[in-house]
Nanobody
Framework: QVQLVESGGGLVQPGGSLKLSCAASQSTFSSDDMGWYRQVPGKERELIATIVRVGWTIYADSAKGRFTISRDNAKKMVYLQMNSLKPEDTGVYYC????????WGQGTQVTVSS
């Protein structure tokens, strides 16, 4: 079973930046597509950034131009650099293997507020 541990969230003012990190456990990590999801209370988890095994990246419209997803296969880590944060970026952020196979970490809370 895949284990994922997210970190790096916090409270930040609008316009600020945060870098999220995700430590993965699966032996297939370097061959897996990985992504970051955001969940807001009352809504389904939204996939906001994907990085495929060869390094291509795909972003939701809400993340384009502001967020950057990256990975370090040697360390089995996935990162999400978030810049120019907005209040609507608030939520719990989860990383996941794509497609998700039923394993979710605890997530990390991001709150953008003045």
């Amino acid at each position: 079973q895949v284990q994922l541990v997210e970190s790096g969230g916090g409270l930040v003012q609008p316009g600020g930046s945060l870098k999220l990190s995700c430590a993965a456990s699966q032996s297939t990590f370097s061959s897996d597509d990985m992504g970051w999801y955001r969940q807001v209370p009352g809504k389904e988890r939204e996939l906001i950034a994907t990085i495929v095994r060869v390094g291509w990246t795909i972003y939701a419209d809400s993340a384009k131009g502001r967020f950057t997803i990256s990975r370090d296969n040697a360390k089995k880590m996935v990162y999400l650099q978030m810049n120019s944060l907005k209040p609507e970026d608030t939520g719990v952020y989860y990383c996941s293997k794509i497609p998700n196979e039923g394993s979710w970490g605890q997530g990390t809370q991001v709150t953008v507020s003045s």
